[in-house]
């Protein structure tokens, strides 16, 4: 049985010894295909429930069960150093150890911060970024629910002085990303996950939700970060 742990000294039935605990989860199938339901329906109460352990030392993360898709599973390099695997890979017999035999080079204070401040943490970023001017962030989807001017608006915003980002996110990696939400204080974008992301904006920031036709119930999926402020705008025609 993979999920056995063996107490410091005590190997008994153990065909090999990982000298680090193991964390089971299972990601459930809605948090894995979207971002918004990844944050609030799964990862913040996963982080909440586990960081006592990752402030004990290293662990390693198996995934249990069938998941729809792994695209949001880079983040759990927030929980472990190692890679995650799925539970049906490690091998019978391999037991994961309670009590670590030496001294952990896990990160000092994970209990003393919420989800969002630790990843913030683990990408190295800035916990209280030095904004010395607004900057405006614009969310380019791929896929879906375009913004037809974008460049448009980006032209509109830099000639008012308004320093302007194209946000990609489909193209970006999570830690550019992350960077880029931390500079930015107008975040920007069509009704849809990616303005989730307003978690990570500094606070007094504002965030515009741009509404699609005949889009009901939008409105409510939403909301501005901590400190911040939400304004929306409602397509009609």
Known sequence: DHQETAQQGNYQ???????????????????????????RDYFNSFYSKVRKQIAAGDVHLA?????TSAK????????????????????????????????????????????????????????HPKLTRPKLGLISRRQKRFILNEAELLHVAESMGLPSELLPLEEMTFFEQLRAFRETT????????????????????????????????AASFFKAGPGGTYMQWQNTN
């Open 63 to 67: 995934i249990s069960g069938k998941y």
């Open 72 to 127: 949001f599973f880079q983040q759990f390099f927030t929980i472990s150093p190692f890679c995650w695997r799925q539970t049906n890979a490690i091998p019978a017999g391999t037991c994961f150890c309670t009590n670590p035999s030496h001294d952990s080079a896990a990160p000092p204070h994970p209990q003393a911060l919420g989800a969002t401040a630790w990843i913030v943490y683990r990408l190295g970023l800035p916990a």
């Open 13 to 39: 039935g153990c065909s090999l010894v990982v000298d680090q605990a193991l964390i089971v989860t299972r990601v459930p199938d809605e948090p894995s295909r979207m971002y918004y339901h990844w944050h």
């Open 186 to 217: 107008i975040l920007v974008g069509m009704h849809g996950s990616g303005l989730q992301n307003a978690m990570f904006l500094t606070p007094g920031h504002v965030v515009a939700q741009l509404i699609p036709y005949k889009t009901p119930g």
